[in-house]
């Protein structure tokens, strides 16, 4: 059974730092595909960050390019975004998401995963 779980959320300024992580369980980096995807009020779950192969295929949205950075470590059963120069346009609620079909990995694509969190919420101001 996939188990996926969130932490890290809460509220920064803008040009600040926060670290998500999501605990998984039933999944690895080796055999899914995981990542991160967030969504404002008001608008579609965008993807933010994939993963595949432990990490040897990444994919991040143009609007986090150079800020936030995706890692996992298996031993730890973790995954993580480190988020660093942050923006009020990156206020949104985070989740982390997998699915096992290699075939298309690294993903943005929502529709794409099976396998989700509950979400933290991540608040930048101005």
């Known amino acids: 059974q996939v188990q996926l779980v969130e932490s890290g959320g809460g509220s920064v300024q803008a040009g600040g730092s926060l670290r998500l992580s999501c605990a998984f369980f039933?999944?690895?980096?080796?055999?899914?595909?995981m990542g991160w995807f967030r969504q404002a009020p008001g608008k579609e779950r965008e993807g933010v960050a994939t993963l595949y192969d432990g990490g040897g295929f990444t994919n991040y949205a143009d609007s986090v390019k150079g800020r936030f950075t995706i890692s996992q470590d298996n031993a730890k059963n973790a995954l993580y975004l480190q988020m660093n120069s942050l923006k009020p346009e990156d206020t949104a609620m985070y989740y982390c998401?997998?699915?096992?079909?290699?075939?298309?990995?690294?993903?943005?694509?929502?529709?794409?995963?099976?396998?989700w969190g509950q979400g933290t919420q991540v608040t930048v101001s101005s």
């Open positions: 039933g999944v690895t980096t080796s055999n899914g595909c």
């Open positions: 998401a997998a699915h096992f079909n290699p075939a298309r990995c690294p993903s943005l694509r929502s529709f794409e995963y099976t396998y």
